[in-house]
């Protein structure tokens, strides 16, 4: 079983859909969740982090996660074509490394 | 808005060549990492660093790698004798005391071995 799973998608919505992405994951261990975007051929930039269970918006982006169910949410409201990129989660165990281990990311096409 | 910065954005080497990926992290940023990417697979944890050290390190990051903070803005990383199969994207993050979950990387550098 892979630790971390994403649809690779491509998902492709409308310009001001309600997008939803999501992870599973196997190990029970890890604390702390970050969803990354990247567009194609740069670096994953940081767009949200949480600990541990529940929500936390930021604009347009809100993250859930349900640690019962080893389940991670990113929605974003009112899609913009700017926002059509690959969203890779990510997550750690609280130790000194700080390993981040990645989904293999979803690609996401928003329709103007 | 500060940024970690990487050079080159490509290096192409021939196999059996040592190559310098060379990285500026965020200047009060206290942790660095490297963290690859093949073409079409995920991103992949090679190395942590803090206070000189190696923090952690995954089994890709074999006695080929090393890396250094030369001074008190570079981090590198160096690949001694470079396979075919060491053809990625490799990126350079860090993050700061406090908030060491939250890792900001670089625009990468895209090595090809020939």
């Known amino acids: 079983q892979k630790e971390v799973e994403q649809d690779p998608g491509p998902l492709s919505v409308p310009e001001g859909a309600i997008v939803s992405l999501n992870c599973t994951y196997s190990?029970?261990?890890?604390?702390?969740f970050m969803w990354y975007r990247q567009y194609s051929r740069k670096g994953p930039e940081l767009l949200m982090y949480?600990?541990?269970?529940g929500n936390k918006e930021d604009g347009r982006f809100t993250a859930q996660v349900d640690k019962s169910s080893k389940y991670i949410s990113l929605f974003i409201r009112d899609s913009q074509p700017s926002d059509s990129a690959t969203y890779l989660c990510?997550?750690?165990?609280?130790?000194?490394?700080?390993?981040?281990?990645f989904g293999g990311g979803t690609r996401l096409m928003v329709k103007p | 808005e500060p940024e970690v910065t990487q050079t080159p954005s490509h290096q192409v080497t021939q196999m059996g060549q040592e190559v310098i990926l060379r990285c500026v992290p965020i200047?009060?940023?206290?942790?660095f990492y490297w963290y690859r990417q093949i073409l079409g697979q995920k991103v992949e944890f090679l190395v942590s660093?803090?206070?000189?050290?190696?923090?952690?390190k995954s089994e890709i990051f074999d006695d080929q790698f090393s890396v250094e903070r030369p001074d008190g803005s570079n981090f590198t990383l160096k690949i001694r004798s470079t396979k075919l199969e060491d053809s990625a994207m490799y990126f350079c993050?860090?993050?700061?005391?406090?908030?060491?979950?939250?890792?900001?990387f670089g625009p990468g550098t895209r090595l090809t071995v020939t």
């Open positions: 993050a860090s993050s700061e005391r406090g908030r060491v979950n939250e890792q900001y």
């Open positions: 190990n029970s261990a890890f604390q702390y």
């Open positions: 949480t600990y541990s269970s």
């Open positions: 990510a997550m750690t165990l609280n130790n000194a490394g700080n390993m981040l281990t």
């Open positions: 200047s009060n940023h206290l942790y």
């Open positions: 660093f803090y206070n000189n050290e190696i923090s952690e």
